[in-house]
């Protein structure tokens, strides 16, 4: 596939017609909505608007969701209409969140990361210790807390244990690094997210140990596809490894809605 298609069906299956655990999909003419089920911030992950609506359309999902008395995050991509966006949103009240690159790789028998035997104090995490060890980790490389991820980790892996899978790397007992994996339901892609380590433990291969681990569990469980939102700091392990760059993300956080 070129690059215009790996667009196109990602934008198909992950944003137009998504459907994510612990959230109600709503569909309208403008939007493609998720209601958090569980209290939890919602988003917009796909929208169909122009220069001349999208002011009025903005308010109206602001009452939609201040009337729910939940945040969302509205997603803009740097290929999404009109080009001024995310500047209208930031307008309107939005925080901007820095860029990520949406990167994706496809995967074949013959792939390097397949093939990747090397051997670390690697696990699968699969129970509520573990989750909040994933946990404590986040909180201490970014210094902000990570309780409402980790509720949902669990809560995922509970109730949809083949959709979530998560790995960490222990050193002495303590996690020094970690990622997670979820396999997108109708979808050909397999999401990946985390590969944080901490500050003492980085350069030891441990970023591309966990991407293999994952990759591996994607193409035994029939998923050719890989997507990843990265940082900066992973974009450039991630092109070495054969991920392509399609386009730039940002994430959109509404004014607070809530009552």
Not at 127 to 132: A, P
Request: with cysteine; aromatic share 12%.
């Amino acid at each position: 596939m070129d690059k215009n298609e790996l667009i196109s069906l990602f934008h198909k299956e992950l944003r137009q017609d998504a459907q994510v655990k612990g959230y109600i999909r709503e569909e309208t003419e403008h939007v493609v909505r998720h209601i958090s089920q569980f209290g939890e911030k919602g988003f917009i992950v796909s929208s169909n608007v122009n220069e001349g609506n999208i002011k009025e359309i903005i308010k109206n999902e602001l009452s939609y969701f201040s009337n729910l008395e939940q945040n969302f995050e509205w997603k803009v991509y740097n290929y999404d209409k009109p080009d001024s966006l995310k500047d209208i949103l930031k307008q309107e009240g939005f925080t901007i969140e820095d860029p990520e690159a949406l990167m994706v790789m496809e995967l074949d028998e013959q792939h390097p990361l397949l093939k990747n035997d090397r051997h670390v104090n690697l696990k699968e995490i699969t129970d509520y210790k573990g989750i909040q060890d994933i946990i404590f980790l986040e909180d201490v490389i970014w210094n902000v807390p990570h309780t409402e991820l980790g509720e949902r980790l669990w809560r995922d892996k509970q109730n949809n244990p083949e959709s979530l899978y998560l790995y960490g790397i222990y050193e002495d007992g303590q996690l020094v690094s970690a990622a997670w994996m979820y396999l997108e339901e109708n979808s050909s892609f397999a999401s990946l997210w985390g590969g944080s380590t901490l500050p003492l433990f980085r350069g030891k291969g441990y970023y591309t140990a966990l991407l293999a681990t994952r990759a591996k569990k994607a193409y035994e469980k029939g998923y050719p596809f890989l997507t990843v939102d990265a940082s900066t700091m992973s974009r450039p392990i991630l092109e070495k490894c054969g991920f392509l760059c399609l386009a730039f993300s940002y994430g959109c956080q509404s004014p607070s809605t809530k009552q």
